[in-house]
């Protein structure tokens, strides 16, 4: 399966994001991961999809939304309207997570679970089948900047034998260091905020970080 490298711009410079989002691009990033925090789900707020859709023209980028915040489904539309053609929700967030799957995709929006680490895998098998992508949260939700749980190597493993074919996405203290060992439990898209953000060359880092995913 294609591994790819899914940079995340919350732990960038908040007034030169469009610079850093071309920069990745033009560096070989795929996919833009974009940290949507509601203040309830998790504590802090970050953006809304005014600011994604500002964005959007700057590059040509797989967006993707990772939604932390209650009532998720409200999101959706404004998320889609706004370019992301990939929507990732909590499991913790809804009752109805298969129902909200449903409506992704019917919306041809690529539809992604994600899950807390204190989380079972249980609580997403259910919509196994149905969603496109799941995404494995390695650190508590909320903050960039925290350590890797490598007890979340065992819940990717699982889930990739569950499901082959689905995509699985870790986030949360990925570096040079982790990337390896999340990729070989099973996982293919790999979230990278605060190591890119702390490197002296952006560029560089980028590059160096789209190798690892080979
Ligand atoms: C955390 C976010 C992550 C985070 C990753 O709630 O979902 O995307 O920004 O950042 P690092 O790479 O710093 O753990
Ligand atoms: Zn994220």
Redesign the pocket.
Known sequence: MKCLLAP?I??FDLTDLKQSVVTLAENGAKVI?L?V?DGQF?PPITFGDSYVKALRPAVNSVFEA?L?VETPERQFEPFAKAGCSRIIFHVEATSHSHRLAQTLKSMGIEAGI?INPGTPVEAIEPVLDIVDIV?V??????????S?LSGMLEKTARIRAMRPDVMIEV?????PTTLPIARAAGANLF???????RAKSLAEATREMVTLCG
């Open positions: 995340s919350l732990s991961h940290d925090m998790v990772h932390m994600a995404l949260m390695t650190v508590n939700p909320g903050w960039g900047g925290q890797f986030d949360g203290g990925i570096d979230v990278v905020g605060s190591h890119l953000a």
